[in-house]
């Protein structure tokens, strides 16, 4: 228990109703390392569901309160699936020094920029600021492109995510993208798998479970012209369009 950084979210938080319990809850837990408790536990303390409380989360982040990293928190040796959300709650007490270092008091935490609060260098509606290797995205989008399995169409997929992020919480996003990588019935040749751009204008996140791939049984013939995989993929983005495939043998 941090009662400092609880303090500070009771004094100095503009949160409101089950936003500033959760709050409270991830404070409950900070440590110099930052916090890690389960979406349930979260919805345990707010008395609310856990869909509640990622849209809560989101919320937070929007209002510079809350820093999430995704899969980044618990103990070392978990595997990345099974590792809970990193927060760290991004409060400054009036009068504190901003070049505090992260962690020395939770009371003295640095005023970071959020995940998706620009800096004031940033253009409204628009990317952060050129560097010298190109064009710099938020910190959330790049957590996205780094879990879709297909990397291609890098700006029209910012664009999608900037348009998806107005009516879908960024944590709910990202999550579907973890699941639907993690999918075992992915096409094994990419050029299968839908744009990055493509996923998020047709809002996927809301899809179920990809259909199950099917195997498909070469014939002598076909196992010489190494068709038979090719086959069984077309099969299996025929079901995923909904349309119907028809294998003769």
Same mark, same amino acid.
């Given at each position: 228990? !941090?009662?400092?950084?609880?303090s500070?979210?009771?004094?100095? !938080?503009?949160?409101? %109703?089950?936003?500033?319990?959760?709050?409270?809850?991830?404070?409950?837990?900070?440590? *110099?390392?930052?916090?890690? +408790?389960?979406?349930?536990?979260?919805? @345990?303390?707010?008395?609310?569901?856990?869909?509640?409380? $990622?849209?809560?989360?989101?919320?937070?982040?929007?209002?510079?309160?809350? $820093?999430?990293?995704?899969?980044? %928190?618990?103990?070392? /040796?978990?595997?990345?699936?099974?590792?809970?959300?990193?927060?760290?709650?991004?409060? =400054?007490?009036?009068?504190?020094?901003?070049?505090?270092?992260?962690?020395?008091?939770?009371?003295? =935490?640095?005023?970071e920029? !959020? #995940?998706?609060?620009?800096?004031?260098?940033? +253009?409204?509606?628009?990317?952060?600021?050129?560097?010298?290797?190109?064009? $710099?995205?938020? *910190? =959330? #989008?790049?957590? #996205?492109?780094?879990?879709?399995?297909?990397?291609?169409?890098?700006?029209?997929?910012?664009?999608?995510w900037?348009?998806?992020?107005?009516?879908t919480?960024?944590e709910?996003?990202?999550?579907?993208?973890?699941?639907?990588?993690?999918? +075992?019935?992915? +096409?094994? *040749?990419?050029?299968?798998?839908?744009?990055?751009?493509?996923?998020?204008?047709?809002?996927?996140? *809301?899809? /179920?479970?990809?259909?199950?791939?099917?195997?498909? $049984?070469? !014939?002598?013939?076909?196992? /010489?012209?190494?068709? /038979?995989? @090719?086959?069984?993929?077309?099969?299996?983005?025929?079901?995923? @369009? %909904?349309?119907?495939?028809?294998?003769?043998?």
């Amino acid at each position: 228990m !941090s009662v400092e950084a609880m303090s500070l979210v009771l004094n100095h !938080s503009r949160a409101k %109703g089950a936003a500033k319990l959760i709050l409270l809850g991830i404070a409950n837990h900070a440590g *110099d390392g930052g916090s890690w +408790p389960s979406i349930a536990t979260l919805a @345990r303390y707010a008395n609310i569901d856990v869909r509640n409380v $990622r849209r809560n989360i989101a919320a937070l982040v929007e209002m510079g309160e809350l $820093r999430v990293k995704t899969n980044s %928190g618990g103990l070392r /040796g978990m595997a990345k699936w099974e590792r809970p959300n990193l927060y760290h709650i991004m409060l =400054t007490p009036p009068g504190a020094s901003a070049t505090t270092p992260p962690g020395a008091s939770a009371t003295l =935490t640095t005023l970071e920029p !959020s #995940f998706n609060h620009p800096t004031p260098q940033t +253009p409204q509606g628009g990317c952060p600021p050129q560097a010298a290797g190109g064009a $710099r995205y938020p *910190d =959330t #989008f790049e957590q #996205f492109w780094a879990a879709y399995p297909r990397k291609t169409g890098k700006g029209a997929a910012y664009k999608a995510w900037e348009k998806a992020i107005k009516h879908t919480p960024i944590e709910q996003i990202q999550s579907a993208v973890e699941v639907y990588r993690a999918d +075992p019935n992915q +096409p094994l *040749d990419q050029t299968l798998i839908p744009m990055p751009a493509t996923w998020l204008n047709q809002s996927r996140w *809301d899809d /179920g479970p990809l259909p199950e791939r099917r195997e498909y $049984r070469m !014939s002598s013939a076909e196992a /010489g012209m190494g068709i /038979g995989q @090719r086959m069984a993929e077309q099969e299996q983005l025929a079901l995923i @369009r %909904g349309d119907y495939l028809e294998i003769v043998a």
